[in-house]
């Protein structure tokens, strides 16, 4: 696709349940990237991969969350049991590689609310 | 240590005119790249500009330009001729090489209000 995308743009759910974010890439990045925005705040780096490996997976905050990506291309990352501090919205950058010059593309964002 | 600083969390400019919003970086790499992305209240982190540690010439796009000053570690994005659509959050980052692994840090953002 001509950007990166990221469903579903909006999610509302209950304290204690799992959610998805989807995240797809632009074509051909090999890197991927995942932040989580609190309301007011800087982006708080979660995780990247390069290609379908996570060598950076120190900004997760438990281990309630997780993510993968298939075939070097679309990500998933997973929250299990939801708690309201995980209310945030929650970006996907890529960028070509991962090296110094490389610009991020970013997506818009899932903003995820738990009640 | 924060990486990346920006000491003003909220700016005002009239229309018009011109607007520097400051960056501060802290690295002991010799290679590294600086970011400014502008984010709306739509939310998406949009891409303005870019300069290499290496570059020599301050990076400039359209409207936008980048104070480079590498022995203060400054590197200030300047607006000319500010738009009300030029409204949003602004924020500066960096990627440094092997030492910081290029995983790109962000500061906390300058709020940016231009009013007519």
């Known amino acids: 696709g001509a950007g990166v995308s990221q469903s579903p743009s909006n999610k509302v759910t209950e304290k204690g349940k799992d959610v998805e974010l989807r995240c797809d890439p632009i074509s051909g990045h090999t890197a991927l990237y995942w932040y989580r925005q609190s309301l007011g705040q800087g982006l708080e780096f979660l995780i990247y991969?390069?290609?379908?490996?996570?060598?950076?997976k120190s900004g997760l905050p438990s281990d309630r969350f997780s993510a993968e990506r298939t075939g070097g291309s679309v990500s998933t990352l997973t929250i299990q049991r939801t708690q309201q501090e995980d209310s945030a919205v929650y970006l996907c950058a890529s960028s070509l590689w991962q090296r110094e010059a490389e610009t991020q593309y970013f997506g818009p964002g899932t903003r995820l609310l738990v009640l | 240590a924060q990486k990346i600083t920006q000491t003003q969390p909220g700016m005002f400019v009239q229309e018009k005119e011109a607007v520097t919003l400051d960056c501060t970086y802290d690295t002991s790499d010799q290679s590294y790249g600086l970011f400014w992305y502008k984010q709306p209240s739509s939310g998406e982190m949009i891409f303005l500009i870019y300069?290499?540690?290496?570059?020599?010439q301050n990076a400039t796009e359209g409207r936008y330009s980048l104070n480079f000053q590498k022995a203060r570690k400054s590197a200030n994005l300047v607006i000319s001729a500010s738009q009300l659509g030029d409204s949003a959050m602004y924020f500066c980052?960096?990627?440094?090489?092997?030492?910081?692994?290029?995983?790109?840090?962000f500061g906390r953002g300058t709020s940016l209000i231009v009013h007519p």
């Open positions: 991969f390069q290609g379908n490996s996570a060598p950076d």
């Open positions: 980052a960096m990627r440094e090489g092997l030492g910081g692994s290029y995983i790109p840090t």
């Open positions: 300069q290499g540690s290496y570059d020599e």
